[in-house]
């Protein structure tokens, strides 16, 4: 920090360069470059303190390359506070919003040391008296002329030195990938072995209980909810909420300053993030994060300005083509960003290589991607943002997950991204809650997610689709078993948002209740769903809090409760521990056994050791199914052998794949089947290792003296109500 207050110090200006983007250190002073290409002047605008008013020094930038405004400070230091105003046209009629009175946050800001103080000012235009008669219609002409420095958010120039050690790149291959989705605070703030000072922070996330707690159930990989610095929404505020989420971007460089257990100083978020990167990389374990670059949080005509809005109009948003007032929607905040522009994929990419080179991620995933690939108004998978990452030598080496949908027309795009790229597979989700709420006609659909989803990555590979059950827009996963409807009221709007659509069954009594036999059967159907996703082909995502049996009471939309609706609950009943061990056991099943980890789709092939193929799907009286078997409406019932000697693959070191055959059966219907167990070979038998008709804990993939075994062929199994049974054929 500067020792004098700037007003007091004679600073010299250097032409500097256009290049980098943002506010640099380079051990001698500080370059600033911002691009507008609209802009008529921009000023630099110095502060001594967060605390203050009015910046204590302008600067005009007065060199001009490329549609860049740049100058050097060598007078200046990293912990200097900074903002812009930029000159230029006000016409909001052509596109163009440029007003000079609002103090402007630099899209490449690194640290945001002081959050936005919501007060009337922020809005480029005059907002009306709500106690007039007045209407909004075309508020958004007039400009406002209030100075919003006292209220806008602040930069801050920052060292971006940081002692790795020997911290690289884990790179786990995606078969042997197990995510899991959390919050940064909602995984940390409650956990009772965490020091409060520190919970909900990112020391939180990277000390040694959460730590434990991941390693001991077993993922591979935690999936962070937005942690790019965000706005909290003007509308949520006054209704004492929060964007808890935070899917509401307002810099894409700085690390969310409200997750920070030290802020003291600017760099004191980037160095807790990278200090959280390094223990999780210690302990084995990736970090992937969900960005949000298909919108921000300035929101449509009426919203606020804070950066891009004020800075360059035109440029960063997508506009409607006649009426350029106004933007294109796709996302239902109000903008998107326009991708179109070569600066503004120059701002995505800059952004995810500084996350990756500098702050060690492992990779993304991208929030309404499709959004992404809309050059001009279509989805396009050969798009110019999917070009510039598969060229990208950094990011192409990175994990990329699609959320491969948005709001516009043609926008649900699973399946349809190109090759690099993993997608959440929405169309697993549905099936998997289909098929074990009980819907007829639902067991060919369920076989295919099983077995990787091959109709909709046959060019890819299994790992292509992210299997998920549940995540953190919809219910949790005891929700889905506890509620036929959604519950939002606490959102304050109506229980209108939210989706109507969630495939959920209560199993008889709508939320909590202390009902043995509902309560029951709701643990029985998490378990058939658990057990669904971590044995299916492709990689499995857990949503934080599902092997808790976290509840948010019914609310599938809270991503304004930042309270304990969000946060989990580390205090378990039995029951609960019950459960947590039996999805521990199940990741043990699926990493120890090779045939759940395939790299390639089953494709018919004949084992030498068992002549039988891949993968055999069986009806109850232990035949092949047939055509008819799968197109039964009233059927919910089927097996899968899949069989371990039969993989075709090579390890890293060449050599043939190969493990245990199981017997997957599945019973989804309200009554018990006759299931006859197919027979391999003579003398050859299966271990029951679970039943999730009982409690009981899977037996792991070792066999126990007091193993019952099931010879196949002259055996019937009786397949309970609802309920799925893994077998190992006995070697």
């Not at 070009?387 to 709001?407: G, M, S, Y």
């Not at 795009?413 to 959440?424: A, I, M, R, S, Y």
């Not at 009471?553 to 304990?564: M, S």
């Amino acid at each position: 920090m500067t020792t004098a207050p700037l007003s007091s110090v004679e600073l010299r200006v250097y032409p500097g360069s256009s290049y980098p983007l943002g506010a640099t250190w380079d051990g001698m002073g500080v370059n600033f470059a911002l691009f507008s290409e609209y802009a008529e002047a921009v000023e630099l605008c110095l502060f001594d303190s967060a605390d203050d008013t009015v910046e204590s020094r302008r600067v005009l930038l007065l060199e001009y390359s490329d549609h860049v405004w740049h100058g050097y400070f060598p007078d200046l230091r990293p912990g200097q506070l900074y903002g812009y105003r930029v000159y230029g046209p006000w016409n909001p009629l052509e596109g163009h919003r440029f007003n000079p009175n609002k103090l402007l946050l630099d899209p490449y800001a690194k640290s945001v040391v002081r959050l936005e103080r919501w007060n009337d000012a922020l809005f480029g235009y005059q907002i009306p008296d709500p106690h007039r008669s007045s209407t909004f219609a075309d508020t958004d002409l007039l400009i406002d002329t209030r100075d919003s420095a006292p209220f806008a958010p602040l930069a801050a120039v920052v060292d971006d030195s940081f002692v790795w050690g020997d911290d690289k790149p884990l790179r786990t291959p995606w078969h042997k990938t197990i995510i899991y989705e959390a919050h940064v605070k909602g995984l940390t703030m409650r956990h009772p072995k965490v020091p409060e000072h520190l919970r909900g922070s990112y020391a939180a996330l990277g000390s040694e209980p959460v730590i434990e707690h991941l390693l001991d159930l077993g993922v591979t990989a935690v999936e962070l909810l937005p942690v790019h610095q965000h706005v909290d929404d003007h509308f949520l505020k006054i209704r004492g909420l929060s964007n808890y989420w935070g899917y509401n971007t307002l810099g894409y460089f700085a690390p969310e300053l409200r997750y920070s257990s030290q802020k003291h100083n600017p760099e004191d978020p980037i160095l807790e993030f990278k200090t959280m990167v390094r223990s999780l990389h210690a302990a084995g374990i990736e970090v992937i994060l969900d960005v949000v670059y298909n919108h921000t949080c300035e929101g449509n005509h009426l919203g606020p300005t804070l950066s891009f809005k004020g800075i360059d109009n035109r440029s960063y948003y997508k506009q409607v083509e006649e009426e350029p007032r106004f933007y294109m929607d796709y996302t239902g905040c109000g903008n998107t960003l326009n991708v179109s522009h070569p600066r503004v994929i120059q701002l995505i990419m800059d952004s995810l290589r500084y996350w990756v080179l500098e702050m060690h991620v492992d990779g993304f995933r991208f929030d309404l991607a499709a959004t992404l690939g809309r050059d001009v108004h279509y989805v396009d998978k050969l798009g110019s943002f999917f070009d510039v990452i598969h060229q990208d030598p950094v990011l192409c080496q990175t994990k990329l997950i699609a959320e491969p949908w948005d709001l516009g027309e043609g926008g649900y795009q699973v399946g349809n991204f190109p090759v690099l790229w993993t997608e959440w597979n929405g169309k697993y989700r549905d099936a998997a809650r289909s098929f074990w709420k009980g819907d007829a006609g639902t067991l060919s659909e369920m076989a295919t997610r099983i077995a990787g989803s091959s109709d909709l990555y046959s060019e890819k590979d299994p790992h292509a689709s992210i299997n998920f059950l549940t995540s953190h827009d919809g219910f949790t996963l005891h929700d889905l078993v506890s509620y036929n409807q959604k519950h939002n009221e606490a959102n304050g709007e109506g229980n209108r948002d939210g989706d109507n659509h969630n495939h959920s069954w209560n199993c008889g009594v709508e939320g909590e209740t202390d009902d043995l036999r509902i309560n029951a059967l709701r643990f029985q159907q998490k378990r058939n769903l658990m057990a669904t996703l971590l044995l299916s082909l492709g990689v499995p995502m857990i949503a934080a809090g599902d092997e808790l049996s976290r509840t948010q009471q019914g609310n599938n939309n809270a991503y304004c409760q930042d309270n304990a609706i969000s946060w989990l609950n580390w205090e378990l009943t039995e029951p609960e521990k019950n459960f947590y061990e039996f999805v521990k056991q199940l990741i043990r099943i699926r990493k120890e056994n090779p045939v759940f980890q395939r790299r390639k789709f089953f494709i018919g092939l004949t084992s030498k050791a068992y002549n039988i193929k891949d993968v055999i799907w069986y009806n109850a009286q232990g035949l092949e199914m047939s055509e008819a078997d799968w197109h039964d409406p009233q059927a919910l019932w089927m097996g899968a052998l899949l069989n371990g000697s039969a993989i075709n693959e090579l390890d890293e070191k060449g050599n043939p794949v190969s493990g245990s055959t199981f017997l997957l059966v599945l019973n989804a219907s309200h009554k018990p089947v006759a299931f006859h167990l197919p027979r391999l070979n003579r003398g050859d038998a299966w271990i029951q290792l679970f039943d999730t008709a009982t409690d009981s804990l899977p037996n792991g993939s070792g066999e126990r003296e007091d193993d019952t075994l099931y010879c196949g062929g002259d055996t019937v199994y009786r397949l309970q109500a609802r309920s799925l049974v893994l077998f190992r054929l006995k070697r």
